[in-house]
């Protein structure tokens, strides 16, 4: 069977990204780990989420997870499986045993499951990534441990710009804003600005800085992926022409 362009991607980014975490969970704790004042529970579920957000999509890249059917529940049933491995092989390699992590995965194969019967691909990555940057953004301090600091910007410029990327496609599939553009430039800022505004927002309750830099380079990466896909979207018109 040939696979189409979702599915591929799908498979690749997994191909990564698991022998990744697996790597990293057979390892010394990194002391950027240690250092990143995140819950090692939080780690947890946050691993775990995207881990089962990729499987479902990689058996299953088209449709929305139905509980009443088989297949969700053979992929919930792998991942604990998986995770059971994981913990038991870290325990022979120096790493400790914690039935909480087991409960933190479960937690995280869960909450992605229970997304994705009501989101489908693009609204659920859309979803994701707005919750991904909220809690490194407001949950941790990997993005000024020293001597780092550059990371800061880094991030913010390269989650948002991804983030408005995602935003816009969502977009484009449901013909938003097609034939006026300020409609489409306005909805298209519209998201990616208001997460902006609550990340920082509420970045105070949470003990963390508000840095201008922050605010300045996420800016800058909508403002690039809106620039980007205005541009795209402008040569594929002038080519159907």
């Given at each position: 069977?040939?696979?189409?362009?979702?599915?591929?991607?799908?498979?690749?980014?997994?191909?990564?990204?698991w022998?990744?975490?697996?790597?990293?969970?057979h390892?010394?704790?990194?002391?950027?780990?240690?250092q990143?004042?995140?819950?090692?529970k939080?780690?947890?579920?946050?691993a775990?989420?995207?881990?089962?957000?990729?499987?479902?999509?990689?058996?299953?890249?088209?449709?929305?997870?139905?509980?009443?059917?088989?297949?969700?529940?053979?992929?919930?049933i792998?991942?604990?499986?998986?995770g059971?491995?994981?913990?038991?092989l870290?325990?022979?390699v120096?790493?400790?045993?914690?039935?909480?992590?087991?409960?933190?995965?479960?937690?995280?194969?869960?909450l992605?499951?229970?997304?994705?019967?009501?989101?489908?691909?693009?609204?659920?990555?859309?979803?994701?990534?707005?919750?991904?940057?909220?809690?490194?953004?407001?949950?941790?301090?990997?993005?000024?441990?020293?001597?780092?600091?550059?990371?800061?910007?880094?991030?913010?410029?390269?989650?948002?710009?991804?983030?408005?990327?995602?935003?816009?496609?969502?977009?484009?599939?449901?013909?938003?804003?097609?034939?006026?553009?300020?409609?489409?430039?306005?909805?298209?800022?519209?998201?990616?600005?208001?997460?902006?505004?609550?990340?920082?927002?509420?970045?105070?309750f949470?003990?963390?800085?508000?840095l201008?830099?922050?605010?300045?380079?996420?800016?800058?990466?909508?403002?690039?992926?809106?620039?980007?896909?205005?541009?795209?979207?402008?040569?594929?018109?002038?080519?159907?022409?």
């Open positions: 069977m040939k696979l189409l362009r979702r599915h591929k991607t799908v498979l690749l980014v997994l191909g990564i990204y022998p990744l975490i697996f790597w990293l969970t390892i010394p704790v990194p002391d950027i780990a240690r990143s004042g995140m819950s090692d939080t780690m947890h579920v946050l775990y989420f995207a881990l089962t957000f990729l499987v479902w999509f990689a058996v299953s890249p088209y449709h929305k997870v139905q509980p009443n059917k088989l297949k969700p529940w053979l992929v919930l792998g991942i604990l499986c998986y059971v491995i994981d913990e038991y870290q325990g022979r120096g790493r400790s045993v914690d039935g909480m992590d087991l409960a933190a995965n479960l937690f995280g194969a869960v992605a499951l229970g997304l994705l019967s009501i989101l489908g691909f693009w609204s659920a990555l859309l979803a994701a990534s707005a919750i991904y940057i909220f809690v490194i953004s407001n949950m941790s301090n990997l993005l000024v441990l020293y001597p780092e600091y550059h990371l800061n910007v880094v991030f913010h410029f390269t989650a948002y710009t991804a983030l408005t990327l995602i935003w816009i496609q969502y977009l484009q599939r449901r013909d938003y804003g097609r034939d006026d553009q300020a409609s489409w430039l306005a909805a298209s800022l519209t998201l990616p600005a208001l997460l902006l505004f609550a990340v920082k927002a509420s970045a105070v949470f003990g963390c800085r508000f201008w830099a922050d605010a300045v380079s996420a800016l800058f990466g909508i403002t690039f992926a809106i620039l980007v896909s205005y541009l795209v979207f402008t040569m594929m018109h002038r080519k159907i022409k």
